[in-house]
């Protein structure tokens, strides 16, 4: 099918309808792990839900405008980044059309895609607004974290370029858990539960 | 003709091996008031939903039988059809608020740019409704800013502005505190008079039994009981069925026990009637 | 936070009657011009000279500076650090600092990067400042852009502001019931289930509902939606919104000229 159908196909009334519910997951999840104080950003777990049910471009959409939001209400940082929060949705929704969302191994497989893909389109933006630190982004992930509150520990523990495959995949991970909580008949309302339908 | 028919309905939901609806038989003709009771699960939403077209429609699964409502056949319409001439009122009030409109009187018209009513004629219809639904001082509210009352008149008053043909109400006064039930009770009332055509789920008995003209009772997904409320009412195998009894009648089984109610004068259901019940038992 | 999330603020100003399409165009257009157009001080510009004139105009000065500054002055400081000190061929350096030394280029390309940014970011943040979402949504979903994406933007500045409530309400509930939000990493990462869980799933339960809700209310039908506010539109408005694309076609044809 063309662009436009395979637009189409993500958005039925329960896409329209999960969309700003899971923006707002995104956002309160967010908020929460930065309470706990949590060295991870869990902020894209709705982004990640929407586009394993509903599609790529659904959950492309999310992304944006969640990243969007959450830059206007929380923290403007963050607004540069809006094509990483669209790449996430984008690729987390073909990941789970070609059957990455059905089992917990491959969920893995999904985030660490995910992680990858972040990285990736980051470099460009972090290289025009930071001037060249690009490579290992662990100077912009130590700065970026103390600016926003976070513990010493966590800032240097997330130096460590093992954070963001981790973030990404305890994201994946935790989408998959919120769809496994909910029942056939629910998720068959969505444009696509066969992305994380096991057998019929 | 009956503005609704309904012959021999069976439904499952998708995957379901159990109906949720099992062999129903309705008729409702123009005007009149049809209340549904049942226990929890005996199939009175999956009832409101067959009417109002989502089921199978919206929820998809297996429906066999035959419905026929305000013109239009289930089994050759899509929900669309429904839409234009059902309107459909449940129980939670929050989640009827479409979310995309800032301001009551816009979440009222929301239905009427739906159905692509020209805008001169929006206006008029929409005050009729924020005076039917007595919540014309709020118009510049936001819907979020209101109480569970007012958010479901709200709901009321933005169905009944797309004119249905016939009025759907799946327990709406459930998740209301009793002043807020007090007032969509009025509203439904109202609209009874007037010549509405309504089937209303509901669990306060003594209410519906005092406004309705007829009354249904479900268990399990079928029909256990079919006619005029006082007659329902006496049915001893109610509460077998989990079918709450109004507390009038429950008093009157107790005094009839006791020989302080004649055993062949019919038990009553609303207060009116137990009072003028136990005037005459008493002398 | 209000129960709904905007910046809008009601003021009966010139800018606050112009039509949203046109307000948006002009935000396109400067962020086009600061991104792409000529000279170094031009978006600096930009924002001293054209938006902040503006919003005076608009009768949100006082808002308007506030608000940009607010949202960007930790951005900029973060971007001048980073680029003065690391800025890649940066020669002339201005002083040092132990094993840091700040370079005049990394500190000219900050304020040329942050100039810019703050033309995009306080564009949008003036169209916000003088158009009520509703507004913007409305004569958007007119001149064809779709009705989903009209409804998924405006229900979200409604709800996220309802499930923030919701989720502090939990938080005070799990709070009194003993959860305890410090400890070691493994303890703070126990508590996240009890806080993320019940709001998640309660406000998964509500979606089939307002889905339903909205379908009864006939989102889905066919025609073409029709619109009880009327958005105005003058022809002095559509001939500025010709000229500023004229503006930005010639400041890409300035960008592409081999000269």
């Given at each position: 099918?063309?662009?436009?159908?395979?637009?189409?196909?993500d958005?039925?009334?329960?896409?329209?309808v999960?969309?700003p519910?899971?923006?707002?997951?995104?956002?309160?999840?967010?908020?929460?792990?930065?309470?706990l104080k949590?060295?991870?950003?869990l902020?894209?777990?709705?982004?990640?839900?929407?586009?394993?049910?509903?599609?790529?471009?659904?959950?492309?959409?999310?992304?944006t405008?969640s990243?969007?939001?959450?830059?206007l209400?929380?923290?403007?940082?963050?607004l540069?980044?809006?094509?990483v929060a669209?790449?996430?949705?984008?690729?987390?929704?073909?990941?789970?059309?070609a059957?990455l969302?059905?089992?917990?191994?491959?969920?893995?497989?999904t985030?660490?895609?995910?992680a990858?893909?972040?990285?990736?389109?980051?470099?460009?933006?972090?290289v025009?607004l930071?001037?060249g630190?690009?490579?290992?982004?662990?100077?912009?992930?130590?700065?970026?974290?103390?600016q926003?509150?976070?513990?010493?520990?966590?800032a240097?523990?997330?130096?460590n370029?093992?954070?963001?495959?981790i973030?990404?995949?305890?994201?994946?991970?935790?989408?998959?858990?919120?769809?496994?909580?909910?029942?056939?008949?629910?998720?068959?309302?969505?444009?696509?539960?066969?992305?994380?339908?096991?057998g019929? | 003709?009956?503005i609704?028919?309904?012959?021999?309905?069976?439904?499952?939901?998708p995957?379901?091996?159990?109906?949720?609806l099992?062999?129903?038989?309705?008729?409702?003709?123009?005007?009149?008031?049809?209340?549904?009771?049942?226990?929890?699960?005996?199939?009175k939403?999956s009832l409101?939903y067959?009417?109002?077209?989502?089921?199978p429609h919206?929820?998809?699964?297996?429906?066999?039988?035959?419905?026929?409502?305000?013109?239009?056949?289930t089994?050759?319409s899509?929900?669309?059809?429904?839409?234009?001439?059902?309107?459909?009122?449940?129980?939670?009030?929050f989640?009827?608020?479409?979310?995309?409109?800032?301001?009551?009187?816009?979440?009222?018209?929301f239905?009427?740019?739906?159905?692509?009513?020209?805008?001169?004629?929006?206006?008029?219809?929409?005050d009729?409704?924020?005076?039917?639904?007595?919540?014309?001082?709020?118009?510049d509210?936001?819907?979020?800013?209101?109480?569970?009352?007012?958010?479901?008149?709200?709901?009321?008053?933005?169905i009944?502005?797309?004119?249905?043909?016939?009025?759907?109400?799946?327990?709406?006064?459930?998740?209301?505190?009793?002043?807020?039930s007090?007032e969509?009770?009025?509203?439904?009332?109202?609209?009874?008079?007037?010549?509405?055509t309504?089937?209303?789920?509901?669990?306060?008995?003594e209410?519906?039994?005092?406004?309705?003209d007829?009354?249904?009772v479900l268990s399990?997904?079928?029909?256990?009981?079919?006619?005029k409320?006082?007659?329902?009412?006496?049915?001893?195998?109610?509460?077998?069925?989990g079918v709450g009894?109004?507390?009038?009648?429950?008093v009157?089984?107790?005094?009839?026990?006791?020989?302080?109610?004649?055993?062949?004068?019919?038990l009553p259901?609303?207060l009116t009637e137990?009072?003028?019940?136990?005037q005459?038992?008493l002398? | 936070?209000?129960?709904?999330?905007?910046?809008?603020?009601e003021?009966?100003?010139?800018?606050?009657r112009?039509?949203?399409?046109?307000?948006?165009t002009l935000?396109?257009?400067?962020?086009?011009?600061?991104?792409?157009?000529p000279?170094?001080?031009?978006?600096?510009?930009?924002?001293?000279?054209?938006?902040?004139?503006?919003s005076?105009l608009?009768g949100?000065?006082?808002?308007?500076?506030?608000?940009?500054?607010?949202?960007?002055?930790?951005?900029?400081?973060?971007?001048?650090?980073?680029?003065?000190?690391?800025y890649?061929?940066?020669?002339?350096?201005?002083?040092?600092?132990?094993?840091?030394?700040?370079?005049?280029?990394?500190?000219a390309?900050?304020f040329?990067t942050?100039?810019?940014?703050?033309?995009?970011v306080?564009s949008?943040?003036?169209?916000?400042?003088?158009?009520h979402?509703?507004?913007?949504?409305?004569?958007?979903?007119?001149?064809?852009?779709?009705?989903?994406?009209s409804?998924?933007i405006?229900?979200?500045?409604?709800?996220?502001?309802?499930?923030?409530?919701?989720?502090?309400?939990i938080?005070d509930a799990?709070?009194?019931?003993?959860?305890?939000t410090?400890?070691?990493?493994i303890?703070?990462?126990?508590?996240?289930?009890?806080?993320?869980?019940?709001?998640?799933?309660?406000?998964l339960?509500?979606?089939?509902?307002?889905?339903?809700?909205?379908?009864?209310r006939g989102?889905?039908l066919p025609?073409?939606?029709?619109?009880?506010?009327?958005i105005?539109?003058?022809?002095?408005?559509?001939i500025?919104?010709?000229?500023?694309?004229?503006?930005?076609?010639?400041?890409?044809?300035?960008r592409?000229w081999?000269?």
């Amino acid at each position: 099918m063309n662009i436009i159908q395979s637009i189409k196909k993500d958005f039925n009334t329960m896409t329209l309808v999960l969309i700003p519910v899971a923006i707002a997951i995104n956002v309160v999840i967010g908020q929460i792990v930065v309470l706990l104080k949590l060295p991870v950003y869990l902020d894209s777990v709705g982004t990640v839900l929407v586009a394993a049910i509903c599609g790529p471009w659904a959950g492309a959409l999310t992304g944006t405008l969640s990243n969007i939001i959450w830059g206007l209400i929380i923290d403007p940082n963050a607004l540069p980044w809006f094509p990483v929060a669209m790449f996430i949705g984008f690729v987390a929704g073909w990941a789970a059309v070609a059957g990455l969302f059905r089992t917990w191994w491959k969920v893995v497989i999904t985030g660490i895609l995910v992680a990858l893909t972040a990285a990736v389109v980051s470099t460009p933006i972090s290289v025009y607004l930071y001037g060249g630190i690009t490579a290992s982004g662990s100077s912009f992930i130590t700065a970026f974290l103390l600016q926003s509150g976070r513990d010493l520990v966590s800032a240097v523990l997330s130096t460590n370029f093992i954070v963001e495959p981790i973030d990404k995949i305890a994201t994946s991970l935790l989408a998959f858990a919120i769809i496994k909580g909910l029942s056939v008949r629910y998720l068959s309302r969505f444009p696509r539960p066969e992305n994380v339908l096991v057998g019929k | 003709m009956a503005i609704i028919e309904m012959r021999n309905l069976t439904y499952h939901y998708p995957l379901a091996e159990t109906p949720a609806l099992h062999g129903i038989d309705l008729e409702v003709q123009q005007g009149e008031f049809l209340a549904v009771v049942g226990a929890n699960g005996s199939g009175k939403s999956s009832l409101c939903y067959a009417l109002s077209g989502f089921v199978p429609h919206f929820f998809k699964g297996k429906l066999e039988g035959q419905l026929n409502i305000a013109g239009i056949d289930t089994h050759q319409s899509g929900l669309m059809d429904f839409v234009r001439r059902v309107g459909l009122v449940f129980q939670n009030p929050f989640n009827q608020i479409s979310g995309s409109k800032f301001s009551v009187y816009e979440e009222i018209a929301f239905g009427l740019e739906n159905l692509a009513v020209p805008p001169t004629e929006m206006r008029a219809r929409i005050d009729a409704m924020l005076d039917l639904t007595g919540i014309r001082d709020l118009a510049d509210r936001s819907p979020y800013a209101l109480s569970g009352g007012q958010q479901q008149r709200l709901a009321l008053a933005s169905i009944l502005v797309m004119q249905p043909q016939v009025l759907i109400l799946d327990e709406p006064t459930s998740q209301l505190d009793p002043i807020g039930s007090r007032e969509v009770f009025q509203v439904i009332k109202d609209l009874s008079r007037q010549g509405m055509t309504i089937v209303m789920a509901e669990h306060k008995i003594e209410w519906v039994a005092e406004f309705a003209d007829r009354m249904l009772v479900l268990s399990q997904g079928e029909i256990i009981g079919n006619g005029k409320p006082s007659e329902i009412l006496s049915l001893p195998q109610l509460p077998e069925h989990g079918v709450g009894i109004s507390r009038y009648t429950t008093v009157a089984r107790l005094a009839q026990k006791e020989g302080l109610w004649p055993s062949d004068q019919a038990l009553p259901v609303t207060l009116t009637e137990a009072v003028a019940g136990f005037q005459e038992a008493l002398g | 936070m209000s129960d709904r999330l905007s910046f809008y603020v009601e003021r009966s100003s010139l800018l606050h009657r112009l039509n949203p399409l046109t307000k948006l165009t002009l935000a396109f257009t400067l962020i086009f011009l600061a991104f792409f157009g000529p000279g170094y001080w031009l978006p600096a510009g930009l924002y001293l000279f054209v938006l902040i004139p503006l919003s005076f105009l608009g009768g949100v000065g006082k808002d308007f500076v506030r608000t940009s500054l607010r949202l960007l002055l930790p951005l900029f400081l973060f971007l001048f650090v980073m680029q003065s000190l690391f800025y890649p061929g940066g020669k002339t350096v201005i002083f040092s600092l132990w094993i840091f030394s700040v370079k005049s280029e990394g500190m000219a390309f900050a304020f040329l990067t942050a100039s810019r940014i703050l033309v995009m970011v306080s564009s949008f943040l003036l169209l916000f400042l003088c158009t009520h979402p509703s507004a913007l949504m409305n004569d958007l979903a007119r001149r064809g852009a779709p009705a989903a994406l009209s409804y998924i933007i405006t229900s979200t500045l409604q709800i996220l502001p309802q499930m923030q409530a919701k989720a502090s309400a939990i938080q005070d509930a799990q709070s009194s019931r003993g959860l305890n939000t410090g400890g070691n990493l493994i303890q703070r990462t126990r508590s996240l289930l009890p806080l993320v869980g019940p709001l998640v799933f309660g406000s998964l339960v509500d979606i089939e509902e307002r889905a339903i809700a909205i379908e009864a209310r006939g989102f889905m039908l066919p025609e073409k939606k029709t619109s009880l506010i009327d958005i105005p539109d003058t022809r002095p408005e559509a001939i500025f919104r010709w000229g500023m694309l004229l503006l930005i076609l010639l400041t890409t044809g300035y960008r592409l000229w081999p000269s």
